[in-house]
Nanobody, 127 residues
């Protein structure tokens, strides 16, 4: 059974850093044709894509996080990592990871394209 579990959310001050993890179970990242996306949703706003990572190592970033966030894979832990630096108050949101499988190009996509979701982890950035 495919499961994702996010962790690492916290409260930090502007300019700080956080490392979010998305632990996968029920499948092995390095042996799967996957597209994993990090999304975020702030209160009263729609869920928006932040970054994606494919099995081939292709990564994408939303313009509002480019040069601040880095997505990577830890094969030993079967986990996707989202390193968030230079955090801003507007980065405050619940962050989710999600996965879909197949050969389609992995890019910033609507949340409806992803079949499996984690429970989310809260990030709060204070000014």
């Amino acid at each position: 059974q495919v499961r994702l579990a996010e962790s690492g959310g916290d409260s930090v001050q502007a300019g700080g850093s956080l490392t979010l993890s998305c632990a996968a179970s029920g499948f092995t990242l390095r042996h799967s044709l996957y597209c994993i996306g990090w999304f975020r949703q702030a209160p009263g706003k729609e869920r928006e894509p932040v970054s994606t990572h494919s099995n081939g190592g292709t990564t994408t970033y939303a313009d509002f996080v480019k040069d601040r966030f880095t997505i990577s894979r830890d094969n030993a832990k079967n986990t996707l990592i989202l390193q968030m630096d230079s955090l801003k108050p507007e980065d405050s949101a619940t962050y989710y990871c999600a996965v879909r499988f197949g050969l389609d190009k992995c890019d910033l996509e609507p949340s409806t394209r992803f079949a499996y979701w984690g429970q989310g982890t809260q990030v709060t950035v204070s000014s």
